[in-house]
């Protein structure tokens, strides 16, 4: 039996197996798709304190590095739910089944889709969530990003390196981005901004070779040529796994404060899994360090 399971080895879950492990706890790390999480799409990261500028892959194979270096265990299993048995939990998986003396949640957030109709038939055949995974394959064609926050500043900007054009394309008249993002890409005469614009249908057979924007002031439609869309409209959680362990908020997230405690004892929920108002690599490294020491002190 493990003293701690860890549920999703993102910037959270591989930060609180750092500070389990540096406690003396066996731990166990879960993860069902990458090591590293949502910042391995990330091209640049330069907002993570004493890092002047880092690849979120290269970010996440330091963090990795490290706490294999401190024993801990990790396996690629998708974890399907977990038992409450109170001084026991159990951790389901789709492969087995582990057992521990308490739970850390660090699941973080997937991607949002459009809801288009073709959007899940032209994924991988045009539509893309991911700039930086997919971008290369783009090289020399006309794009389209669709969001208004950092990750379509930052994936606008990281395709007009590849793409002879890139149409970014948001709902409102002005980005919320951060103001150096949004003069970054102001700045580059491959993108062509489209404001207060929503994408309305997807053009194509079995790839996608456009997009038809509408204007939202003027109700306007026109199409846009586009070989690649990349969908940067923010994400949802992912917990309904632990639906019935935990109390969720309205949106899926995980009810848990500060301190990272959720409704059930010993369960914990660390980074952009839980409600919370900022959802970065920092406070997901904070939620990380909290959520193991307070289990160490709930196992005793
Ligand atoms: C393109 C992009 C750029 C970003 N740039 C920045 C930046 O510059 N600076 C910054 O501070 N932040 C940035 N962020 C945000 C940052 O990546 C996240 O806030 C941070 O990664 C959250 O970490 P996390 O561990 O909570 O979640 P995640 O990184 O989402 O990790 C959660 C992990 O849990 C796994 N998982 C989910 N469900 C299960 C399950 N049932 N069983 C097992 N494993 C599971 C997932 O596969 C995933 O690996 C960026 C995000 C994106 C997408």
Do not use: W
Request: aromatic share 6%; hydrophobic share 40%; proline share 2%.
């Amino acid at each position: 039996m493990h003293d701690i399971v860890i549920i999703g080895a993102g910037c959270a879950g591989m930060t609180a197996a750092l500070y389990a492990a540096r406690a003396g706890r066996s731990v166990l790390l879960l993860e069902s798709e990458n090591f590293g999480g949502q910042i391995t799409f990330s091209p640049r990261v330069e907002n993570f304190p004493s890092i002047g500028a880092i690849s979120g892959s290269e970010f996440a194979d330091n963090l990795f590095e490290q706490i294999s270096a401190l024993g801990v265990e990790t396996e690629l299993e998708r974890v399907t739910g977990v038992r409450d048995g109170g001084t026991v939990k159990t951790v389901v998986t789709e492969d087995g089944e582990h057992d521990c003396k308490a739970v850390i949640i660090a699941t973080g957030v997937r991607h949002r889709a459009l809801g288009l109709p073709g959007e899940e038939e032209l994924t991988g055949k045009g539509v893309s969530y991911c700039a930086v995974c997919d971008g290369a394959f783009y090289k020399g064609g006309t794009v389209a990003v669709v969001g208004g926050g950092n990750t379509a500043l930052q994936d606008a900007l990281f395709l007009s390196q590849y793409c002879k054009k890139v149409y970014l394309i948001h709902r409102r008249g002005s980005f919320r981005g951060e103001e150096q993002l949004v003069s970054a890409v102001k700045g580059k005469d491959t993108i062509e901004l489209v404001l207060d614009s929503v994408v309305e249908s997807l053009e194509g057979g079995g790839m996608l070779t456009g997009i038809t924007v509408r204007n939202t002031v003027s109700s306007e439609t026109k199409e846009l040529p586009a070989d690649g869309l990349f969908v940067a409209i923010g994400q949802k959680p992912d917990n309904d796994a632990f639906s019935e362990l935990v109390s969720l908020d309205a949106d899926g997230f995980i009810i848990a404060s500060e301190d990272c405690k959720t409704s059930a004892e010993g369960i914990f929920a660390a980074g952009d899994c839980r409600t919370k108002e900022v959802r970065q690599l920092t406070t997901a490294a904070a939620d990380g360090a909290v959520a193991a020491l307070a289990a160490c002190r709930y196992i005793g």
